[in-house]
């Protein structure tokens, strides 16, 4: 069984950027999709990024696609989400995730307390 601790939220004005990361721990962490999901208050918590194991690619929100990277160490036990241009509506908490089948919130077996990432305009 996992556990995920995030770190790097903040507030910073529309356009600029920040750097989320997520520290896995227990075995065998590595072999599960791991990623990214966010959450307004009252609203449904939803998928932004994700890596899937051995190869399996990465997958990405609409929403952020151009924007936000994905990407991981090369021991694959950190997750990191790199933001770039963020604007208003990505203000959320966000939330490291890991073993899931695609980025719905109801597929994650395991989640992080949450970081909160505020954008002013």
């Known amino acids: 069984q996992v556990q995920l601790v995030e770190s790097g939220g903040g507030s910073v004005q529309a356009g600029g950027s920040l750097r989320l990361s997520c520290a896995p721990s227990?075995?065998?962490?590595?072999?599960?999709?791991i990623g990214w999901f966010r959450q307004v208050s009252g609203k449904e918590r939803e998928g932004v990024a994700g890596i899937y194991p051995g190869g399996g690619g990465t997958v990405y929100a609409g929403s952020v696609k151009g924007r936000f990277t994905i990407s991981q160490d090369n021991a694959e036990n950190t997750l990191y989400l790199q933001m770039n241009n963020l604007q208003p509506e990505d203000t959320a908490m966000y939330y490291c995730?890991?073993?899931?089948?695609?980025?719905?919130?109801?597929?994650?077996?395991?989640w992080g307390q949450g970081t909160q990432v505020i954008v002013s305009s």
């Open positions: 995730a890991a073993d899931f089948r695609s980025l719905v919130a109801e597929s994650v077996n395991y």
């Open positions: 227990g075995y065998p962490y590595s072999s599960y999709s």
